[in-house]
């Protein structure tokens, strides 16, 4: 299973952000998927996650402000992370994560990681 993350970048304090990540892999597309974030200097949090059946889990930083979603296709699946009036704590990588189990807030129980991608917002 490979992962790529991408969308990030720089946005003012107020604006949005589009990540996506593009999983492929034999049975990626009945994988849950969660996103995960790691500010410098800070541990990795959770940030988001969804389930086959498409049912959501938000950390309560960003409830209401993002939301998650995926598409399934044969062999891939690709997973979205809608971020609107974005705050500058919301600055770190983001990182999407493929569990074949269940969807889960611990990070610990994804097998699988994309590489990240920055978002910054500044004030």
């Known amino acids: 299973v490979q992962l790529q993350a991408s969308g990030g970048g720089l946005v003012q304090a107020g604006g949005s952000l589009r990540l996506s990540c593009a999983a492929s892999?034999?049975?990626?597309?009945?994988?849950?998927m969660g996103w995960f974030r790691q500010a410098p200097g800070e541990e990795r949090e959770f940030v988001a996650a969804?389930?086959?059946?498409?049912?959501?889990?938000?950390a309560d930083s960003v409830k209401g402000r993002f939301t998650i979603s995926r598409d399934n296709a044969k062999n891939t699946v690709t997973v979205y992370l809608q971020m609107n009036s974005l705050k500058p704590e919301d600055t770190a990588v983001y990182y999407c994560?493929?569990?074949?189990?269940?969807?889960?807030?611990?990070?610990?129980?994804?097998?699988?990681w994309g590489q990240g991608t920055q978002v910054t917002v500044s004030s």
């Open positions: 969804i389930s086959l059946s498409r049912n959501p889990d938000y």
């Open positions: 994560a493929a569990d074949p189990r269940a969807w889960s807030r611990r990070g610990d129980t994804y097998d699988y």
């Open positions: 892999g034999r049975t990626v597309s009945t994988y849950a």
